[in-house]
């Protein structure tokens, strides 16, 4: 391995001095590294760009978004995330501050865990066309815009209707994506190792609306109906788009995956246990 971009996340304290350190790690170990600044905190509004191509992997320095924006561009030309955690949860930047010289070396020498993480694709169409199609690693939100107002969806699941739905929004996510939104609104946490698509609906002005759990061969097909409100689809948090009646969003897992550096299973359980705070015990 020869070349990496280094993302660091401008918003967290210490990434800045963290990124020189790596970059001088990586130029010890004959790996030749770039630096982005990423600014986590206005990606949805601005949009953030960023160019992966020529590189064999990427280190990135921040939080779970940070993780999320990376994944999202490296996830097509098939190279892995090193996720360093400087952020308050760490489903997916599982490598600690303090390990990451160790974890670096072992990734380096072939002896790191490399964990593969299902996306959605999201194809908009209008008046048949398509006018946006994107992919998300946690979720796809179609929700009101800039306010929670009730919206009226349709949703069916390969063709079979599952019925309209009066609601705040509709999120569809990843099992990677379960222990975010989804899980706030509601939804179940699934093991990320599985390919799984979750509808949670948010809100929904419905005591019958319950979150749902598809295979990864089915696609999910929601169209805008008329809704009082302005609606919007909106991909991992990051990526929006305005929607208009009678849209067409047709959802389901992309062909290829993210791939995550040191994200063991493990990882992942101890990450509900000291994040989440679950547990089986009597104080549950």
Known sequence: MKHCLIVVNSFKKNAVLLGDEIKAFLSEHNVHSDIFSYNGST?????????????????????????LFAGRNCAPIGIP??????????????????????KLSDYL??????????????????????????????????SSHGSSKLINLEVAYNHALLGPFKTNGILVSTATGST???????????????????????????LSARPLVFGNEGELAITVMHSRVP???????????PLKENDVIILGLSEYKAHLVGATQENFYAALQSKLNWSGGPRA
């Open 81 to 102: 995330v090193f996720a360093v955690n400087l952020g308050e949860f760490g489903f997916l930047a599982g490598i600690q501050v303090s390990e990451w010289r160790k």
């Open 43 to 67: 990606a949805l509004h601005d949009g953030v760009e960023a160019s992966f191509d020529g590189y064999e992997f990427a280190v990135t320095l921040g939080g779970d978004g940070t993780v």
């Open 109 to 142: 020498n072939g002896l790191a865990f490399i964990s593969e993480r299902s996306l959605i694709l999201a194809e908009v169409l209008r008046d048949g066309k398509t006018v946006f199609d994107g992919r998300g690693m946690n979720d796809m939100l179609i």
């Open 231 to 241: 609606v919007s689809l909106t991909a991992d948090g990051q990526i929006e788009f």
């Open 180 to 206: 975010g939104y989804s899980a706030a609104a509601g939804g179940p946490i699934v093991d990320p190792s599985l390919d799984a698509m979750l509808l949670t609906p948010i809100s929904s002005f419905s």
